[in-house]
């Protein structure tokens, strides 16, 4: 009897979770996006949410106690969704960028994802991690962030030229895309060592100092020993402010862009006639207060050029 009173209201919180996770309002985006639309739900819907489900779902729980209950369940159904396909976005990542790094002193090693995987897991494991993971998850699984360095080859412009002749990566725009993804997945890394950046509201606007990054570095070294350096130093810097540092790369630079702008990203979205269309309505509202983002405001300005461009 005690086994099944301490299991039942487990059982029924995972039912109940997974009605609200197959709603069809939900099915076209991420399962995190999915988890932080139903936490909302949750937050929202409290007053009239709590006396039926203590009184009839969960009867002798208090409201506190079932919510804990119905986010528990929540974390294992998007995490069993979740993993998967982080697992697929990294078996689809090549690392035939690594040996083209630093005049060829870099070899790939095989355990590298394994190394990004285990890491990942375990920051994932923490709320604020998990919420900047939104938009590097979004960005890699929607083609977003490989779609647009296609874009920046096509252009051959000022992010073209930044990448190739400033941070000087001598290979091709799959070997460019691979690297950058890398380093999108990689940006909850920050988290290894508390931030020190005020308030990370949202996954927007937060920021580090490059002092923090040198204290993080080590560390994340550490946890993955068979990533090259410059890759590291990427996805640290993908939290420095420009205005900071205009020598960080321009793979940091774009990681933070874009995935922020995937933080919110929704596929698939029908664009009323005369509408602006999601991504150039995004980069031109953040254009105005790009200082407050640290963005590159010239790699900002084409990013905005090609969404119009684009369509996209």
Known sequence: MDTQTQVAPQEQ???????????????????LQREEQIIQFLSQNSKVLAPTLTRVQFPGKTWSQVLSELLTALREITDGLMYPLLEEQLSRISLNFIPLLGNGNYQASPSVKEQVLALLKKLLERNEPREIFIGSHSAVHYGVS???????????S??????????KLKMGKEE??????LVILLRPAIYLITPEFGAHSGGMGGLVRSSFTEKVFPVLRKELPALPEPVIRSVLNSYVSFEENNKIEATARLASMLS????????????DK?????????FYAIRKNYRRYGFDIKMLDELYKISAEYGW
């Not at 005369?274 to 995004?282: F, L, N, Q, R, V």
């Open 13 to 31: 919180a995972k039912k109940f979770v997974k009605h609200l996770f197959t709603n069809p309002a939900l099915s076209a985006i991420i399962p």
């Open 146 to 156: 490989s779609r647009y360095v296609d874009a920046i080859f096509d252009e051959k």
């Open 158 to 167: 000022y992010i073209h030229f930044e990448l190739t002749k400033v941070e």
């Open 176 to 181: 460019i895309k691979n690297m950058l993804n």
């Open 260 to 271: 922020q702008r995937c933080r919110t990203y929704k596929p698939n979205i029908k664009v």
């Open 274 to 282: 005369g509408a602006e269309t999601p991504d150039k309505s995004w």
